[in-house]
């Protein structure tokens, strides 16, 4: 009798999972408030009214007006807004106003701020110390990439608000420079990015430290299923507001899709880079940033790299220069891709197009600005283009595509793009202060002890940082919502 093998059961192929999509919004139970149409109608601090005007700052953006009567009121608030909206002083203003007249003690802020990148959480406080100055309140950033000493100075004299990267945060709470037992107001800004790199146990550890009556505020500029455990844990019937679809689209903001070939990218990407004015590129690692940077340099244009290799005193360093124009061509990775706000910077490229939807909003959110106009430009290999249409699809993009090749028309028409100088060019990074004229000008500066320094405590400091954000565009034209982030 032949012998029957056993018929073997095809296993069903198994797909990809599509990409994370909008999470249903949490049950509330309560209506928010209705939204107000000035600063005026808000009932905040006068000092910090005044502070808003001396800013420039007028009318509040569409995201401000929503969530501040309800952050105010002490609720939780869960909020979306695309990038460039003005998200930080939707939450920042609430923060400060609810902290004044209230002193911390050494080692207890009152109110933390948590963010994903070292350049947002610089970028935060700077956006609010006019702000915390005006209501004598002390602000502190405690982030990675710089030593220990000047953030736990800070906490020893006492900061009411602190804006913290989550690791750092940990670790000095863990060395017992910090304890969070007295926060009573905590905001995550954009969660997403933070779950996405792997945040989430750091955060929820912080969280369970803070006070169990806290104020929770939750911003970001895209909300997916990655944030669904913050925000069933840790929000308690909140007001919901979602001033912009998902995708974040900005009608100011131009998207193209430019197809080359494998062997023509480094030259459109060069010539691009020569443009007359400012431009972002992205690239998927540190190595191709640094690649495609002496590239740059060689050929004579004024590039620079910003990557997670770097200090971070070269990042603020590079980040002074491509904000003065020093630097041109500022080449990065994702660190750059939210948290980084540049007056009238109209280009963005994604020389490698980016990993999925939302890094492609974050990467494009650094251009189109409170209402500036902008453009996007992704390069394309033929292998990529499913890719990435199927990418754009995501995004609810409908980008211009275009066939183009380096010292063409049409590259030029969309981009700029130039023939580079060909001669090399070095860029010198900037001198740090000397420690003496350091101790100089602090010693000149109003202590922080007595409420008018804020920010005085920030662990990161340089010219670029203490320059108020936004102000170019601020001085042609009074400005809605505040600077933006």
């Known amino acids: 009798m032949a012998r029957t093998t056993p018929r073997r059961t095809r296993r069903p192929k198994t797909q990809n999972p599509p990409p994370p999509r909008d999470f249903a919004p949490p049950v509330t139970h309560t209506p928010p408030l209705p939204p107000v149409a000035s600063f005026d109608a808000l009932g905040l601090p006068a000092p910090l009214l005044h502070a808003l005007g001396a800013e420039g700052v007028t009318e509040p953006f569409p995201i401000q007006a929503a969530t501040l009567p309800n952050s105010l009121a002490g609720r939780d608030v869960l909020g979306r807004g695309r990038t460039g909206s003005g998200k930080t002083l939707a939450f920042g203003l609430a923060v400060l106003a609810r902290l004044a007249g209230i002193r911390a003690e050494p080692r207890r802020p009152l109110a933390l701020v948590l963010v994903p990148t070292r350049e947002l959480a610089q970028q935060v406080t700077d956006a609010l110390t006019p702000y915390a100055r005006a209501l004598g309140l002390r602000a502190a950033t405690v982030v990675g990439g710089v030593s220990f000493g000047r953030q736990v100075a800070a906490l020893r004299d006492g900061a009411e608000l602190v804006v913290a990267t989550p690791g750092r945060l940990r670790d000095l709470v863990e060395r017992g420079d910090c304890r969070l037992d007295a926060v009573g107001i905590t905001v995550l800004d954009e969660a997403d990015q933070m779950t996405d790199m792997g945040f989430l146990p750091q955060i929820t550890g912080l969280l369970q430290q803070t006070r169990s009556d ?97 200090s971070q005193a070269q990042r603020t360093r590079t980040l002074a220069q491509f904000k003065s124009g020093d630097v041109t061509a500022l080449v990065a990775t994702n660190v750059a891709a939210r948290g980084i706000h540049v007056d009238d910077l109209d280009l963005v490229v994604n020389v490698d197009p980016p990993g999925d939807h939302k890094d492609y909003l974050h990467r494009g959110g650094r251009t189109a600005r409170a209402g500036e106009s902008g453009r996007v430009v992704t390069l394309v290999l033929p292998h990529q283009r499913r890719t990435v249409d199927s990418l754009m699809a995501d995004a609810g993009i409908r980008p211009r595509t275009t066939a183009v090749r380096s010292g063409g028309a049409e590259l030029n028409r969309i981009t700029g793009a130039r023939t580079p100088s060909g001669v090399p060019v070095v860029v010198t990074p900037p001198q740090p202060q000397p420690q003496r004229q350091k101790q100089r000008a602090s010693a000149s500066a109003p202590a922080s002890g007595s409420g008018s320094g804020a920010g005085s405590g920030s662990a990161s400091r340089s010219g670029a940082s203490r320059r108020r954000r936004g102000g170019s565009s601020r001085r042609r034209r009074p400005a809605r919502g505040g600077t933006t982030a």
């Not at 925000?231 to 679809?245: F, G, I, T």
């Not at 972002?280 to 910003?306: C, E």
């Open 214 to 310: 806290a104020q929770r505020l939750l911003f970001s500029a895209t909300l997916d299923r990655n944030v669904d455990t913050l925000v069933r844990r840790y929000l308690h019937d909140p007001a919901v507001h979602s001033v912009d679809p998902t995708a974040g689209a900005v009608t100011t903001m131009e998207h193209h899709v430019l197809h080359i070939q494998d062997t023509d990218k480094n030259a459109t990407a060069t010539e691009i880079a020569a443009r007359d004015g400012r431009v972002i590129m992205f690239l998927d690692t540190k190595h191709a940033v640094d690649r495609l940077t002496r590239l740059l340099l060689k050929n004579g244009v004024r590039a620079s790299a910003l990557h997670g290799g770097r």
